[in-house]
T-cell receptor, first 115, second 116 residues
Framework: KQEVTQIPAALSVPEGENLVLNCSFT??????LQWFRQDPGKGLTSLLL?????REQTSGRLNASLDKSSGRSTLYIAASQPGDSATYLC??????????????FGQGTTLQVKP | DTEVTQTPKHLVMGMTNKKSLKCEQH?????MYWYKQKAKKPPELMFV???????INESVPSRFSPECPNSSLLNLHLHALQPEDSALYLC???????????????FGPGTRLLVL
């Protein structure tokens, strides 16, 4: 059974720091891994999607890497800003999901960036 | 346009009420999803519709009844809910069957449900 774990559960950093969020998964048989951002009481915003054949994806100050063989992904945020404060969720789409698009989510990392 | 809309934003209902949540997307996506999210927890998948057919029901109680009237709309009918069903209900949509697993799920803002 696929399990997704995110460490740490919470993180507080001063503005301007570079930081790394971690995600691990137990079964490497995946279609893709996605990183989402969620602001309190809001829906999820897709940040980056890494296909199983890819090693990394970049968008602006965000860089996500995927090491499928070791079951790990990291989300790197450069030059953090208070507006980056949110909960970050990673999710994998198992190979067995077929066309259903089913995602397995981690518990999330809640990030606070202090001015 | 990458928007998924959900109505209502907030809903308070009694345990004997019948209500419906609505979700709409105009991105041409043929997969639509309902998730339930409790405070400080990740979303839990409830239902998946693929090409307007129910493809996943994650053992959800029958007091939740999904409906997909067409490729743009998804409803969740609620009846005889319990207080523990209070949560944020999220709708999402995605394309289906893209090569290499490139389907991104786009989420709506959610409906905050309170059952009294």
């Amino acid at each position: 059974k696929q399990e997704v774990t995110q460490i740490p559960a919470a993180l507080s950093v001063p503005e301007g720091e570079n930081l790394v969020l971690n995600c691990s998964f137990t079964d490497s048989a995946i279609y893709n891994l996605q990183w989402f951002r969620q602001d309190p009481g809001k829906g999820l915003t897709s940040l980056l999607l890494i296909q199983s054949s890819q090693r990394e994806q970049t968008s602006g100050r965000l860089n996500a890497s995927l090491d499928k063989s070791s079951g790990r992904s990291t989300l790197y945020i450069a030059a953090s800003q208070p507006g980056d404060s949110a909960t970050y969720l990673c999710a994998v789409r198992p190979l067995g999901s077929g066309n259903t698009g089913k995602l397995i989510f981690g518990q999330g990392t809640t990030l606070q960036v202090k001015p | 346009d990458t928007e998924v809309t959900q109505t209502p934003k907030h809903l308070v209902m009694g345990m004997t009420n019948k209500k419906s949540l609505k979700c709409e997307q105009h991105m041409g996506h043929r997969a639509m999803y309902w998730y339930k999210q409790k405070a400080k927890k990740p979303p839990e998948l409830m239902f998946v519709y693929s090409y307007e057919k129910l493809s996943i029901n994650e053992s959800v109680p029958s007091r939740f009844s999904p409906e997909c009237p067409n490729s743009s709309l998804l409803n969740l009918h609620l009846h005889a809910l319990q207080p523990e069903d209070s949560a944020l209900y999220l709708c999402a949509s995605s394309q289906v069957g893209l090569a290499g697993g490139r389907e991104t799920q786009y989420f709506g803002p959610g409906t905050r449900l309170l059952v009294l």
